[in-house]
Structures are given as structure tokens and as C-alpha cells.
């Protein structure tokens, strides 16, 4: 595609159904196609001149649908905040995010009542702090919990563009909900908020290879068992949740931006959606 209209390869190939266009281009055409009508007329004449079977399907379609669409009353149209959520989250996220903020208030409420503040105790906030934004990522890309997963895995910016934002979503709820255990425990901000940032880093990375939520899965399992299960068996703070640790978590969230950032086609395949 060119820097302003798709190219005329493009376009008719795109009009041909042909299977030989990259997956990228495809996805590319299409989205542009939503924003350019120069681009959608070059289509439409495109398909009338070299798919007649295709104009005359459409043809077809539409005399059928268009009495109904004039006698069928137009929905609402939504505020405009609304629609602008809309593109950040869908409904089936907030029941899951207010179980996480839930979560940290309850990990809160324990700190305060004296579990995690006695000498050698680590902070109950601390501890899950890496996980928590992960459930809410990982129920924003469940093909189970989503009732409108097929509409959204075939809208052309269903890639890394809509991956990002559900994302940005997830943290926005849950780091100002840890920014305020975290102050009233007195854990220092960078010991939980790194952790968090790579470990949503890491996320998306091995999510771009086995899908979004089974990488959340597979990296919840492996800190339970590898950190939260020994910190409460032994009431000790492992190198992990150290201050010493930091710089280890840093390399971890600046690789997993490189692995996003590098894989980013990934994330229009269907498999990044499991």
C-alpha cells in the first residue's frame, strides 16, 4: 500500500479473493478501506468489471434487505462516552477487573490488619501485584468469557492495535488500585510496578506464540508456584520481590517490549486470541 490509497495491485487482488495477498496487506486494505470511500468506489468498480457474480450477489442482498432496513427503526445512538469505552473494553471485562481491584483491597486489608507489616513478612500487595493485571488480560482476550469473540477476532484491527488497548485498559484500573495499597503499606512504587509491567510484557509476548490467555494461564501458575507458595510457606521475601531484583525485572519488561514489538503480526492471527 502507498503512504495515502491502496495500490491498484492491491485493490484488485483484494477484489479476486487472491489467496496469494499477505495476511498483513489483506488486514491493511481492509482497515484503510473503512476511512477511504476513494478506495472503496476503486473497489466497487473493480468488482463490477472483473467479478460480475460478485456485484450481482451484493445486488441481490441488498434489494432483499433494503425494504426492511427502511421500515426497521434505527437503534439509540450511544453517548459518546460510551462509544469511546466501547474501544477500550468490552462489557465481559468489568465483572473480572472488579474482581482484581476486589483482590487487592482484600490483600490490603490484610497488610493493615498486620499479615504482611509484622518483621520478615512481605506485603500481601507485593506479592500479587505481578499477577494481577495478567487475570484481567487474560479475560479480556478469552474466547469463552467473549460472547462477541468472532466479530472481534475478524475486524481488521483486531491485531496488536486492539491488544494494546484492552491492555492499557486492564492497567488502568489496576496500578492505581496498587499505587494506593502500595503507599498505605509503604512498598515502594518501582518493587511492584516493575513486576507488573513485565510480567504484562511477557504476557502479550508468549501470548503472541501460544495465545493471550494461555500465556496469562501458564505465567499465573508459574508465579504461585515458583513465588506466592514459598513467600507464605516461609513468611520470607524472595529474591523476587527484593529490591536487589529490580534490575532483573527491568531486563524482563524491556524484553518482552522487543518480542511485542517484533511479533506484532502475530496478533491479527487467530491463534493470539486463545
Request: proline share 5%.
Amino acid at each position: 500500500m502507498s503512504v495515502e490509497h491502496a495500490s491498484t495491485r492491491i485493490i484488485e487482488g483484494y477484489a479476486r479473493g487472491d489467496r496469494s495477498l499477505p495476511a498483513d496487506e489483506v488486514w491493511a486494505v481492509e482497515a484503510h478501506l473503512e476511512a477511504c470511500r476513494v478506495c472503496r468506489d476503486r473497489l466497487s468498480a473493480v468488482v463490477e468489471a472483473e467479478a460480475p457474480a460478485v456485484a450481482s450477489l451484493v445486488d441481490t442482498v441488498w434489494s432483499g434487505l433494503e425494504p426492511q432496513v427502511a421500515v426497521t427503526p434505527t437503534m439509540p445512538r450511544r453517548r459518546r462516552w460510551s462509544a469511546r469505552l466501547a474501544r477500550w473494553m468490552t462489557p465481559t471485562m468489568v465483572p473480572w477487573l472488579a474482581m482484581v481491584v476486589g483482590v487487592t483491597l482484600l490483600a490490603l486489608l490484610l497488610d493493615l490488619v498486620g499479615t504482611g507489616t509484622d518483621s520478615g513478612r512481605v506485603s500481601l500487595v507485593l506479592l500479587f501485584a505481578p499477577v494481577l493485571p495478567v487475570l484481567g488480560v487474560a479475560a479480556s482476550w478469552s474466547r469463552g468469557l467473549d460472547p462477541a469473540y468472532e466479530l472481534t477476532a475478524s475486524v481488521p484491527r483486531a491485531g496488536l492495535y486492539l491488544v494494546l488497548r484492552r491492555t492499557a485498559s486492564v492497567l488502568g484500573v489496576v496500578v492505581p488500585a496498587l499505587l494506593v495499597g502500595g503507599w498505605v503499606t509503604g512498598v515502594m512504587v518501582a518493587q511492584w510496578l516493575l513486576p507488573c509491567l513485565a510480567f504484562t510484557a511477557t504476557t502479550l509476548a508468549l501470548g503472541s506464540v501460544v495465545g493471550v490467555t494461555r500465556a496469562a494461564v501458564v505465567l499465573a501458575g508459574v508465579w504461585a508456584a515458583v513465588v506466592v507458595a514459598p513467600t507464605l510457606a516461609t513468611s520470607r521475601t524472595t529474591f523476587a520481590l527484593q529490591t536487589a531484583g529490580l534490575p532483573a525485572w527491568g531486563l524482563i519488561l524491556a524484553l518482552g517490549i522487543a518480542v511485542v514489538i517484533a511479533r506484532r503480526g502475530s496478533y491479527s492471527v487467530l491463534r493470539a486470541h486463545r
